[in-house]
């Protein structure tokens, strides 16, 4: 009798623990499944971007309280990219801002990023709702795209020169950036977008 209650329990431990790995296994399944889903990288790359612009903003509206457009070209001319570089690393991520009309070389999109540009002016002019998206590139990478609309505030260095945009801005602009084509735009307008690819 002794025996047999004996093997009865190791039986039940043994259904137990192979339980406890089936549903390990299962939850590790379910989280690996849900690491290469889009809806995860939807879901990170929106909080990255939010993340980021609320960085950047904060300190480019603080330049600007400061000392106007002057401060805040001066200040993006400087610290922007290095700020970018360490969000980046900071969220184990490569994100960029580009654009069909940039204003330093740096930021020229990547073929990858031009399409993605260039299927957002299209819904943009077809006066289609601009909402994020997701690929996945030859290497395996995955690269989060969402769109960048313009506020009023920007138009004080992207705007309509003579317009929004005063002429002694813009030769400062011009100064730091020889190269700057981003100027010419309304509220709302589709300036371009954030590129963050998460690399496997």
């Known amino acids: 009798m002794k025996n047999l209650f004996y093997f009865l329990s190791i039986?039940?431990?043994?259904?137990?623990?192979?339980?406890?790995?089936?549903?390990?296994a299962s939850q590790e399944q379910e989280e690996e499944q849900m690491v290469n889903s889009d809806e995860y990288?939807?879901?990170?790359?929106?909080?990255?971007?939010?993340?980021?612009?609320?960085?950047?903003?904060?300190?480019?509206m603080a330049a600007m309280k400061k000392g106007g457009v002057p401060e805040a070209v001066q200040y993006c001319n400087i610290a922007g990219l290095p700020l970018i570089d360490s969000l980046s690393e900071a969220h184990q991520v490569n994100i960029r801002r580009t654009s069909l009309k940039i204003r330093q070389p740096k930021d020229a999109p990547t073929a990858a990023e031009k399409k993605a540009l260039d299927q957002y002016h299209a819904k943009?002019?077809?006066?289609?709702?601009?909402?994020?998206?997701?690929?996945?590139?030859?290497?395996?990478?995955?690269?989060?795209?969402?769109?960048?609309?313009?506020?009023?505030?920007?138009?004080?260095?992207h705007g309509k020169l003579g317009e929004t945009l005063k002429q002694e801005d813009y030769d400062l602009i011009k100064r730091l950036y020889p190269e700057d084509e981003a100027i010419g735009y309304a509220p709302g307008d589709l300036r371009g977008i954030w590129s963050i690819t998460f690399v496997k």
């Not at 039986?11 to 390990?24: H, K, P």
């Open 11 to 24: 039986a039940v431990i043994i259904g137990v623990l192979a339980t406890c790995t089936n549903q390990s």
């Open 41 to 60: 990288y939807l879901e990170q790359g929106a909080e990255i971007v939010a993340a980021s612009f609320k960085a950047l903003s904060g300190r480019l």
């Open 124 to 157: 943009f002019a077809a006066g289609e709702v601009l909402k994020p998206l997701v690929e996945t590139n030859s290497a395996g990478d995955v690269a989060f795209y969402a769109p960048i609309l313009l506020s009023e505030a920007c138009l004080k260095c």
